[in-house]
């Protein structure tokens, strides 16, 4: 394979936090939460992750890393600029980056070691970006449900979705609707079944 001449990452420099635009096609959300934990990973280990814009200054990738520059008051960020490429090459990309980035998993025991590790060690594990509950889960996961006299969960397979909701709004709607599920088909033990039995209920009465 011929190599690439001309990586944004060739060249890096600083850009005023100011003359960076959002992207007018982000489909990336970003909440307040996360924009707080981007902003103490950076207070912590400083920028590692160079902004990427175009010619004019549009982001194509690290818009959250921007909204936390502004919450911290950076006047400057490092960028690198993807030149000549097309606005098809930058629509593409601005998926890319996110979608790529949640196709990894973990493994979780080296997972667990290298945070006990640290936690041991009196390691601030908040700039690490877990919430407490999910580090909770992973140093004491639930137990395996029994059924029938025999131990379940030995092999859990799982589906993740990524919503996307265009305004906090909805995000709000989404989840009044999922404590409402919770709360009427508390019998179905995850919210895929309950979800089936609200669609199987609705469909009966239509």
């Known amino acids: 394979m011929e190599a690439i001449k001309g990586w944004p990452a060739d060249k890096v420099e600083r850009r005023s936090v100011a003359q960076l635009l959002p992207h007018a096609k982000n489909s990336r959300t970003h909440t307040a939460k996360q924009v707080d934990q981007i902003a103490a990973s950076i207070e912590k280990w400083g920028f590692t992750n160079p902004v990427l814009i175009d010619e004019a200054g549009t ?68 700039p690490i970006g877990f919430d407490p509950p999910q580090l909770a889960e992973i140093f004491d996961p639930p137990a395996p449900k029994q059924r029938g006299g025999r131990q379940t969960g030995a092999v859990n397979f799982s589906v993740t979705y990524n919503l996307v909701f265009d305004s906090e709004a909805q995000q709000a709607q989404w989840f009044a609707f999922v404590r409402w599920l919770k709360a009427n088909y508390a019998s179905h033990e995850t919210l895929g079944a309950m979800l089936s039995a609200f669609i199987e209920e609705k469909g009966h009465k239509s």
Do not use: C, T
Not at 62 to 79: F, N, Q, T
Not at 96 to 112: E, M
Not at 119 to 124: C, E, I, S, T, V
């Open 59 to 126: 982001i194509i990738a690290g818009h959250g890393r921007v909204l936390a520059a502004k919450k911290l008051k950076l006047a400057e960020v490092p960028v690198m600029v993807a030149a000549g490429w097309s606005d098809e090459d930058k629509r593409a990309y601005l998926i890319a980056d996110n979608q790529l980035a949640l196709n990894a998993g973990w493994d979780v025991a080296v997972l667990k070691s290298e945070l006990s590790d640290l936690k041991g060690l009196d390691f601030d594990l908040a």
